[in-house]
């Protein structure tokens, strides 16, 4: 019975190893692909406008 604590303990984290790495592989396939295809290439940034509930705009810092 004790020769198998080994191999069962090393099988184990070999297994953590592995659900590590495809965990750290998701992670940077999630950041570096594109979340959805734009059609003609990125929309420029621009600021958003601000309205209070009564309609008026707030006052933006230029």
């Known amino acids: 019975m004790t020769g198998d604590t080994g191999s069962g303990a090393v099988r184990e984290l070999l297994l953590v190893v592995a659900v590590a790495a495809a965990g750290?592989?998701?992670?940077l396939v999630a950041v570096f692909t594109p979340w959805h295809a734009v059609p003609?290439?990125?929309n420029p940034a621009a600021p958003?406008?601000?309205h209070s509930p009564d309609g008026a705009s707030a006052p933006t810092e230029s």
Not at 24 to 27: D, E, R
């Open 40 to 42: 003609g290439g990125a």
């Open 48 to 50: 958003v406008e601000l």
């Open 24 to 27: 750290v592989l998701l992670a």
